[in-house]
T-cell receptor, first 114, second 115 residues
Framework: AQSVSQHNHHVILSEAASLELGCNYSYGGTVNLFWYVQYPGQHLQLLLKYFSGDPLVKGIKGFEAEFIKSKFSFNLRKPSVQWSDTAEYFCAVNAQTGANNLFFGTGTRLTVIP | DTAVSQTPKYLVTQMGNDKSIKCEQNLGHDTMYWYKQDSKKFLKIMFSYNNKELIINETVPNRFSPKSPDKAHLNLHINSLELGDSAVYFC??????????????FGSGTRLTVV
């Protein structure tokens, strides 16, 4: 079965700082990779996804992520964060074949200080 | 025109009660899911349901049962509620027909509090 690790539990940054959130997965087959964001009190929204092609994926709100297959990683980046980026960020993976269940990491809480 | 809608948004109930949470999607997706998000924000899949195929996470107590009257609805019924059931429950849907690449669309969640 797939599993996802997010090593950063809570990240605190000042506005305009650069962001990188780590995500590693374990699965022997071909996967789809996702980053979701959950703003306080809200549901999960898709930031970006990777399923094939260019390993550098650009998402909404200036976020991007890079799939490095050899490292089983899919780190999320943003060059300059804003206060409005304060939220919980979840990395997720599902296998391209099979049940299509989405497995989530434990999440990283991002707090951006104005 | 909400894509995945859940009701109720908040649910407070006493231990031992039986309750249901409803979920409907109007996206034409063929697969629906229930996730539980605990107090530490960890998201754990409970069920997935696709064209009469129910896949259950074996760690989910059998007090939880999904009920799907049609492919646009997947309700969650919980018997004999316990304090540990307090969490936010998210419904989601997806379509396998897009090659598993579409991701999930989530509902807004139901915050269940058992007292």
């Amino acid at each position: 079965a797939q599993s996802v690790s997010q090593h950063n539990h809570h990240v605190i940054l000042s506005e305009a700082a650069s962001l990188e959130l780590g995500c590693n997965y374990s699965y022997g087959g071909t996967v789809n990779l996702f980053w979701y964001v959950q703003y306080p009190g809200q549901h999960l929204q898709l930031l970006l996804k990777y399923f094939s092609g260019d390993p550098l994926v650009k998402g909404i709100k200036g976020f991007e992520a890079e799939f490095i297959k050899s490292k089983f990683s899919f780190n999320l980046r943003k060059p300059s964060v804003q206060w409005s980026d304060t939220a919980e960020y979840f990395c997720a993976v599902n296998a391209q074949t099979g049940a299509n269940n989405l497995f989530f990491g434990t999440g990283t809480r991002l707090t951006v200080i104005p | 025109d909400t894509a995945v809608s859940q009701t109720p948004k908040y649910l407070v109930t006493q231990m031992g009660n039986d309750k249901s949470i409803k979920c409907e999607q109007n996206l034409g997706h063929d697969t629906m899911y229930w996730y539980k998000q605990d107090s530490k924000k960890f998201l754990k899949i409970m069920f997935s349901y696709n064209n009469k195929e129910l896949i259950i996470n074996e760690t989910v107590p059998n007090r939880f049962s999904p009920k799907s009257p049609d492919k646009a609805h997947l309700n969650l019924h919980i018997n004999s509620l316990e304090l540990g059931d307090s969490a936010v429950y998210f419904c989601a849907s997806s379509s396998r027909q897009v090659g598993f690449s579409g991701g999930y669309t989530f509902g807004s969640g139901t915050r269940l509090t058992v007292v």
